[in-house]
């Protein structure tokens, strides 16, 4: 094969990790790299990969096999494919990867992203490595910058950036030993890199970090801002008509974060705000460091700023020691908040966390059984809260063509899926809001119509 060098990244896991994907790409584009979506025709393929779901050190292991078969072929056609591993596993499992598969020659951990040109020439030179570090310097000032046709290409959509790692260490989780300790980006950089993002026509941006409301970055004068005070700044660059944050600690909801939803306007009415369990006893073996009241506060306080707010969460069920009183209290906590949707799993122990070892485990059969109550109520209420939209009108990013000639595909304010059909659907671009009447509902997406001309 001849021309530019191809790349092939896969990303598992969550926002974080499209964006890292992004910036990867938008690093070896200086090196000469093209992005494809062929895995078989690329000379250098890149998992980027996430631990935080069940066995996700293992399914890496299975994806290995199956690349590891296309770089065997490359190599009978005289060809040769670079095979690295990114991401929380790499950063968890560091040599053992490749030990256990030695067709990889790049192990790469979160934090060294902007050395993949170095690294690539190195393995070029001297064979696979691993580079597991948490180096001094900020590598989000030595990755590239996308080019605009790289950003135009991703969609009027886009993720960035401000915050990095965890302090909280939450017993079951990873997170603060792969992504390693908070660090907040610098306000200035956060703003040149959504300023470049809307003059590309990026129309709505979601700041993302692991804890992205433990923002503490600094400011213009040296003193450290809140997200708040960040989401007020951000929301005055001009094109950008909508903002998002994700994913928050209910412990970090302070007050300038609160106003915010007040005072802007463009700030979206939905919020991801994870709870785990409705238990106190159980929050606190979690080591969450706030309780049911805590988390039912700040849903009124939010409700009484904002009284459209749509609640997303995140609950673990069967954490170890959880009683089925617990677990009513979780079913309790859910009815009385009211969720638009949210996400259930069952605990699985992470090995190196403290809840990996803690005595009492939970059976299979009872974690399997309570999260199945669980998602039956989450969908009902998922349900009742897309049914209250029917008939109503509210306004809709479009974001792509739909499956079908004359349908475009948006988000509302609630981050559902919108899709819209009809006669004056022909004067709407990609990029546009529009008011939308709501007038069919499917499980996953609402239909509509167009209620008014678009806006630009
Ligand atoms: S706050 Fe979130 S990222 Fe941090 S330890 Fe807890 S679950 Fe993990």
Redesign the pocket.
């Known amino acids: 094969m001849s021309g530019a060098p191809k790349v092939h990244i896969r990303s598992f896991g969550c926002q974080m990790n499209v964006y890292d994907s992004h910036r990867m790409a938008d690093t070896l584009a200086g090196e000469g790299y093209t992005e494809t979506a062929t895995p078989g025709e690329a000379d250098l393929i890149i998992l980027n990969t996430c631990h935080i779901r069940e066995k996700a050190a293992e399914k890496v292991f299975s994806e290995l096999g199956r690349v590891r078969r296309l770089k065997e072929e490359a190599a009978r056609a005289g060809r040769s494919v670079t095979l690295a591993v990114a991401g929380c596993v790499a950063q968890a499992e560091g040599a053992e990867i490749i030990r256990r598969a030695p067709a990889v020659d790049l192990v790469v951990g979160p934090q060294s992203y902007q050395r993949l040109p170095t690294l690539l020439r190195r393995v070029a030179r001297e064979g696979a490595l691993v580079d597991t570090e948490f180096p001094v310097e900020d590598k989000f000032d030595q990755l590239t910058a996308p080019s605009p046709q790289a950003t135009r290409a991703r969609g009027v959509a886009a993720f960035v950036t401000v915050q990095e790692g965890?302090d909280?260490?939450?017993t079951f989780?990873v997170?603060?030993y792969t992504r390693g300790a908070e660090l907040s980006r610098p306000v200035a950089k956060i703003v040149a890199e959504v300023e470049r993002l809307a003059d590309a026509g990026v129309r709505e941006v979601t700041l993302i970090g692991?804890?992205v409301n433990a923002y503490h970055g600094e400011g213009p004068t040296g003193e450290a801002w809140t997200l708040g005070r960040l989401l007020q700044r951000v929301a005055e660059i001009p094109g950008i008509a909508r903002l998002r944050y994700t994913t928050s600690?209910p412990g970090d909801m302070e007050d300038s974060l609160i106003a915010a939803h007040r005072e802007l306007p463009g700030l979206m009415p939905q919020l991801h705000l994870p709870v785990q369990s409705g238990s106190d006893r159980v929050l606190a073996a979690m080591n969450r460091r706030h309780t049911r009241t805590d988390y039912l506060r700040i849903i009124e306080r939010l409700r009484h700023v904002r009284p459209d707010m749509a609640f997303s969460s995140d609950f673990i069920v069967g954490f170890p020691t959880e009683t089925e009183a617990d677990f009513a209290a979780t079913l309790s906590l859910v009815e009385e908040v009211g969720f638009a949707s949210a996400f259930s799993f069952k605990y699985s122990p992470r090995p190196g966390t403290p809840a990996a070892d803690m005595e009492e485990q939970v059976s299979d059969a009872v974690r399997h059984e309570r999260l199945l109550r669980l998602q039956r109520a989450i969908d009902r209420q998922q349900a009742v809260f897309n049914a209250r939209c029917l008939g109503r009108s509210f306004e809709v990013l479009f974001e792509r063509a739909g499956r079908y000639p004359g349908q475009l595909v948006g988000r509302s304010p609630y981050l559902q899926t919108v899709q819209v059909e009809g006669e004056r659907v022909p004067d709407v671009a990609i990029g546009d809001i529009a008011r939308v009447t709501v007038t069919q509902l499917s499980p996953n997406s609402l239909f509509g119509t167009l209620a008014d001309a678009p806006s630009a």
Do not use: W
Request: proline share 10%; net charge positive; charged share 10%.
């Open positions: 965890c909280k260490f939450c989780c997170v603060p692991q804890n600690h």
